[in-house]
């Protein structure tokens, strides 16, 4: 009895209003005909808006300018929204649905650009993301005399060492907050395949970073 409490105590997270709007949402882009076609319509400016608010934060990385950004804004929208709409009985109601549907096209936004610069530049991540990287990879910089060194020496390595694979599993997790949920849904992975595709990503990280004389080797094992 305690543990069926506890349980419902811990599903019940949003308001009555936000729990009514998120059934609205999973009802109509689940059905079919015109009740679906105007949901997606809406759901598509939402995810435009914040496709162009995702670029426009990227815009100084982007060697792209004017409708090419929009363009890419547009491609993200439209992706996401397939994605959204082939996993929305994926969707658990544990937080509103649009902060939820968000999580796709911030991950297609980073994706596009990311591939972008693979393709032609040896630039992975922006300053801000790359600020987020020591305590998330577990490394404390201030253990070190040269942390931003370490910074450093952590963008060659995913630079240099990474597959693109890799990379996207890495951008996803590691500095965009991506659940893991919802990165399986995006890449058609299995959880394994992502654990397995991070593990292995960390490990050339580390193994980078014990060649480079920034972490004992013990701390690789």
């Known amino acids: 009895m305690k543990s069926q409490a506890s349980e419902s105590s811990q599903v019940q997270v949003v308001s009555i209003d936000v729990a009514l709007e ?20 809406r759901l598509y400016e939402i995810l435009l808006r914040a496709a162009r608010a995702e670029v426009g934060r990227r815009a100084t990385r982007l060697r792209l300018a004017g409708p090419e950004l929009d363009d890419l804004a547009h491609q993200a929208a439209a992706d996401a ?7 929305i009985e994926t969707f658990r109601g544990d937080c509103k649905f649009t902060t ?3 999580k796709f096209v911030i991950f297609d936004v980073a994706a596009k650009v990311n591939r972008h610069f693979w393709q032609r530049a040896g630039v992975a991540f922006d300053e801000e993301d790359w600020g987020r990287l020591p305590a998330r990879l577990g ?26 694979k890799q990379r996207t599993v890495f951008v996803a997790l590691v500095l965009n907050g991506m659940p893991t949920t919802v990165l399986a849904d ?3 992975a299995t959880h394994n395949a992502i654990y397995k595709t991070m593990f292995d990503a960390r490990r050339k990280l580390r193994a980078a970073l014990v ?3 920034y972490l004992p080797e013990q701390r690789i094992a």
């Open 22 to 41: 998120n059934c609205a949402w999973v009802r109509d882009l689940s059905s079919a005909g015109e009740r679906r076609e105007l949901a997606s319509r």
């Open 211 to 213: 060649d480079a004389g």
């Open 100 to 102: 939820w549907a968000y």
């Open 186 to 188: 995006q890449l058609g």
């Open 81 to 87: 929204l397939l994605a959204i709409c082939g996993k």
């Open 139 to 164: 490394i404390g910089p201030e253990a070190y005399a040269e942390g931003r060194d370490l910074l450093n020496a952590v963008r060659r390595a995913v630079d240099e060492r990474l597959t693109a």
